[in-house]
């Protein structure tokens, strides 16, 4: 039976560079050279950073997403929602960072989302692609910028 579904997936990596450095890389919402499987990501918004911020990513499978920036704290953390082109009703995600020793700061990549309808295997199915999704790319950016 085909039902809505609501879950999380959360992912973190240590990354032994500057917060400065981190930061540089992740705050720049379409550079994703990082980003497992992402062949190109373009602006869809003049504004470049901060909210309001508009992205739209193409993956190598023909997938494309619209994401926009919906919370930023300059050195600390963005969260986006996802608008289209994914199986789900709502996305809202996180990527944060904080210092985890000198020269070294955690990422975390968090998210919320509830499903389009489908089956519990599905959505569990769709739960084992995003975790693994966000462990290859927070690999991807560790091994970027080490």
């Known amino acids: 039976m085909k039902e809505y579904y609501t879950g999380t997936v959360k992912k973190t990596v240590t990354i032994k560079v500057s917060k400065h450095k981190v930061w540089k890389k992740i705050s720049n919402i379409v ?3 990082w980003l497992e499987g992402q062949k190109r990501t373009i602006y869809l918004s003049t504004k470049k950073r901060d909210v309001g911020s508009i992205r739209k990513i193409f993956f190598d499978n023909g997938d494309i997403v619209e994401e926009h920036i ?9 969260s986006y929602i996802a608008v289209s082109g994914l199986p789900l009703r709502a ?3 996180t990527i944060s960072m904080e210092q985890s ?3 070294s700061q955690k990422i975390t990549w968090q998210s919320y989302f509830n499903s389009e309808k489908m089956t519990r295997k599905e959505f569990s199915d769709f739960i ?3 975790s693994g999704f ?3 790319s927070l690999k991807n950016l560790k091994s970027s910028l080490e």
């Open 31 to 33: 550079g994703l050279d």
């Open 70 to 78: 919906v919370g930023w704290k300059s050195n600390e953390y963005f």
């Open 91 to 93: 996305y809202h995600a």
């Open 101 to 103: 020793g000198k020269n």
């Open 128 to 130: 084992k692609f995003l």
């Open 134 to 136: 966000y462990q290859n």
